[in-house]
């Protein structure tokens, strides 16, 4: 006989013997517990008894049954206190964060929330420094954010207020100083910029200002000097008068011509300053 056909009739002659076996072990058991389903994955005697010794070595120790759907509240509570929540929410204790002065009334009610979703005392400091953290990055990118904020404020109004920039400035100071209180321009608004930083009131203050000096009186505003700079839309204004229809600029032989001339450049320039 070939080697072929012995491993022919060999196999199923293995398999049966394997089948034999496994019935064999079974066949030693109480006839109660032979079809239970925690014996299905067991194929010998062997793997029977890793699976003893290992529920052996689960006996006594340290279980928490996790409660079902009609679980009480009482009944997680016990869960959490095994778990190593603190007894009351005063029991955790928070990491002191670092460049950063936390708010006692947060600090307090995040105890409390910790405490009712059951966080024990490794997790509640954890996710309290974590957030410290994040809350003082973004603090820290938004003071990034000011200085870009009031640094394009200033350029957009030196571009629209042109050589009366620094007389606009100080009418609108001389303003608040006299009429109102200079601690309104530390006023924090909304979006975290100052009221002293906004355009809008910078505009308001500094035509205010401007409107006392020109029309009730150059010393109206206290402490205020101002350059006589005037800005590029009063540059034009002025500009249009010196060219208008009929006046010297457009005739050569007039004796003003050279002045008007003059005074056109110098707002031209004033307008593209």
Do not use: C
């Amino acid at each position: 006989m070939s080697e072929e056909q012995v491993a022919e009739v060999s196999a199923p002659e293995m398999e049966q013997e394997v089948a034999q076996s496994v019935g064999d072990w079974r066949s030693s058991i109480p006839e109660e517990i032979r079809g239970h389903k925690s014996l299905d994955h067991i194929n010998d005697v062997g793997a029977l008894a890793k699976s003893y010794v290992h529920a052996q070595s689960m006996i006594g120790a340290d279980k928490i049954a996790i409660p079902g759907k009609s679980a009480t509240p009482d009944d997680w509570n016990e869960v959490y206190a095994r778990l190593g929540r603190p007894a009351d929410a005063e029991g955790y204790e928070l990491p002191a964060p670092e460049n950063f002065e936390a708010d006692p009334e947060m600090t307090s009610w995040y105890k409390q929330m910790a405490h009712d979703i059951g966080l024990n005392a490794t997790q509640a400091a954890k996710l309290y420094q974590s957030y410290n953290e994040f809350v003082s990055s973004q603090e820290q990118s938004m003071g990034v954010d000011l200085e870009q904020y009031t640094a394009q404020v200033e350029s957009d109004l030196r571009r629209e207020y042109g050589q009366a920039f620094e007389d606009r400035l100080a009418q609108g100071h001389g303003v608040v100083t006299q009429f109102g209180n200079p601690e309104l321009m530390e006023v924090t608004l909304s979006d975290g910029t100052k009221l002293g930083d906004n355009p809008d009131f910078i505009r308001l203050m500094g035509e205010v200002g401007n409107f006392i000096q020109e029309r009730v009186g150059e010393d109206t505003l206290e402490g205020v000097r101002t350059s006589g700079g005037i800005t590029p839309d009063a540059a034009r204004e002025k500009l249009a008068e010196l060219r208008s229809q009929g006046s010297p600029f457009w005739d050569a032989r007039h004796p003003e011509h050279d002045y008007y001339v003059q005074q056109a450049l110098k707002f031209q320039e004033m307008i593209h300053s």
